[in-house]
């Protein structure tokens, strides 16, 4: 089945404790993003990469990191996470982002983080 | 400064009659518009795009008309169902120097109810 998988879907940390979100996909998908929704804000993207070992920043990069060693796999890290990190996060994927032909993402099933 | 304005927060309409939710943007670059629904505890699904080189699509149920001129989208709901119920959210991807940003709008919560 083709799909975003994103793990954990639940955490709670506390304020200044590294933690990793991870997403990997499987339709070999050139293009991969992060988002986080928040109440009243809509979706925002984060990060995101066009392809292996090309990032870039979204809308609200701050306090956030991205990798891409490999085609499958997308993580999130937040190296000193802090309150207003909580949220819902994320991850999506497409065949090239460039938007052609009416591409679409195709989003995991979110990771709600809450940072104490 | 938001490229993509969905100007409202809520919209309720009865089961069988039209849903219109509506979608404003300001780059006059886009050119690929997509709808999105989203269910609680879940990502969002695609819904239906619309390219700037039509001025309406149709998906069954769902069409999207662009007005080019006045920079803004609506999506038609006919006849709106209790599950058509969700949030939905109007995108635009970027072009040029922001090629491979995907705008979102903050959401319109569609309610249907019987």
């Known amino acids: 089945e083709a799909q975003v998988t994103q793990n954990p879907r639940y955490l709670i940390t506390v304020t200044g404790k590294k933690l990793t979100v991870t997403c990997s996909q499987n339709?070999?998908?050139?293009?991969m993003s992060w988002y986080r929704q928040d109440p009243g804000l809509g979706l925002r993207q984060i990060y995101y990469?066009?392809?292996?070992?090309?990032?870039d920043k979204g809308d609200v990069p701050e306090g956030y990191k991205v990798s891409r060693k490999e085609k499958r796999n997308f993580p999130l890290i937040l190296e000193s996470p802090s309150p207003n990190q909580t949220s819902l996060y994320f991850c999506a994927s497409s065949l090239v982002g460039t938007g052609q032909g009416g591409e679409t993402q195709y989003f995991g099933p979110g990771t709600r983080l809450l940072v104490l | 400064d938001q490229q993509v304005k969905q100007n409202s927060p809520s919209l309720s309409v009865q089961e069988g009659r039209i849903s219109i939710l509506n979608c404003d943007y300001t780059?006059?670059?886009?050119?690929?518009f997509l709808w999105y629904k989203k269910y609680p505890a879940e990502g969002p699904t695609f819904l239906i795009s619309i390219s700037s080189i039509k001025d309406k699509n149709e998906d069954g149920r769902f069409t999207v008309f662009l007005n080019k001129s006045a920079k803004h989208l609506s999506l038609h709901i006919v006849p709106s169902q209790p599950g058509d119920s969700a949030v939905y959210f109007c995108a635009a991807w970027g072009r040029g120097s922001t090629l491979g940003r995907l705008y979102f709008g903050r959401g319109t919560q569609l309610t249907v109810w019987p």
């Open positions: 339709m070999n998908h050139e293009y």
């Open positions: 990469s066009m392809n292996v070992e090309v990032t």
């Open positions: 780059n006059s670059m886009f050119d690929y």
